[in-house]
């Protein structure tokens, strides 16, 4: 089963991705923390798309398509949830001909709404790992504040969520991903949750569109 997070920055893809991967064992895709991790590493894919982060624009297509389709290529789960991906239409049709060729085929798209107010204000407080990328806000922190409960890395505020990046974001969000929504919908694989609630409210509103409950790990 592929399924695909579709939302806005701030609305908790990343945070529902992890934990309804961790509840399916499915593979969690995340192209943002794909980039992030490249750029700590200070390889040629981090210096790559810095310039297109720093500033909330997107990572050109050739980039991000190709780095899918090495994923693809050396999936370990037979399920996968691709989280930030795709992010426009070019984007959305590389991906249903790559898995077409495998005679596979996205199964769900869950859009995780949120009010644009609220998304501002998350993301206004987001701290994240540096290791392993989890996030952490006022209504979700870390034990220690400075430290991941997870793996003890160190926590920091992402340089594209001062307010005037988050501003340019969420602009590129509207303009380019936002059409996705009518693309799945007209495929009829679109399953819209109301992101507004808890994490636990959230993750149990996806489970059930996904109608996946048996298939939760115990
Ligand atoms: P990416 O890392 O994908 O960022 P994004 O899509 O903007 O999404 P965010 O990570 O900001 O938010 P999220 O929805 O994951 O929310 P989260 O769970 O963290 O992409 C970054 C950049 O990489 C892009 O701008 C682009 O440059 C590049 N890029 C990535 N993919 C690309 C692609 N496909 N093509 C081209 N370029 C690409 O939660 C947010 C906060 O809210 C956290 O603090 C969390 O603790 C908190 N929170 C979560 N849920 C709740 C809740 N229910 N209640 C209260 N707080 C909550």
């Known amino acids: 089963m592929y399924i695909v997070f579709l939302g806005a920055p701030g609305a908790g893809k990343g945070t529902q991705a992890a934990r309804i991967a961790k509840e399916l064992v499915a593979e969690h895709i995340a192209t943002g923390d794909l980039f992030r991790q490249a750029i700590e590493a200070g390889n040629d894919l981090g210096k790559k798309v810095n310039k297109y982060m720093v500033?909330?624009?997107?990572?050109?297509?050739?980039?991000?398509?190709?780095?899918?389709?090495?994923?693809?290529?050396?999936?370990?789960?037979?399920?996968?949830?691709?989280?930030?991906?795709?992010?426009?239409?070019?984007?959305?049709?590389?991906?249903?001909?790559?898995?077409?060729?495998?005679?596979?085929?996205?199964?769900?798209?869950?859009?995780?709404?949120v009010a644009e107010d609220e998304l501002v204000r998350r993301l206004s407080k987001r701290w994240i790992c540096r290791n392993c990328q989890t996030p952490y806000g006022p209504d979700i922190p870390s034990r220690d504040g400075n430290r991941c409960d997870r793996c003890d890395g160190q926590l920091y505020q992402r340089p594209d969520d001062q307010p005037e990046t988050v501003r340019k974001r969420l602009k590129v969000y509207f303009?380019?991903?936002?059409?996705?929504?009518?693309?799945?919908?007209?495929?009829?694989?679109?399953?819209?949750?109301?992101?507004?609630?808890?994490?636990?409210?959230v993750a149990n509103n996806i489970i059930s569109a996904l109608g996946e409950r048996q298939f939760i790990a115990q």
């Open 55 to 113: 500033k909330g624009a997107l990572v050109p297509d050739e980039i991000t398509v190709g780095l899918i389709m090495e994923r693809l290529a050396v999936l370990a789960q037979t399920r996968a949830i691709f989280d930030g991906f795709p992010r426009n239409l070019e984007q959305a049709k590389a991906l249903d001909g790559a898995l077409d060729k495998q005679n596979k085929a996205i199964d769900r798209v869950v859009y995780i709404r």
């Open 175 to 201: 303009s380019e991903t936002a059409p996705l929504i009518e693309y799945y919908r007209q495929q009829e694989k679109l399953l819209e949750v109301d992101g507004s609630g808890s994490v636990d409210s």
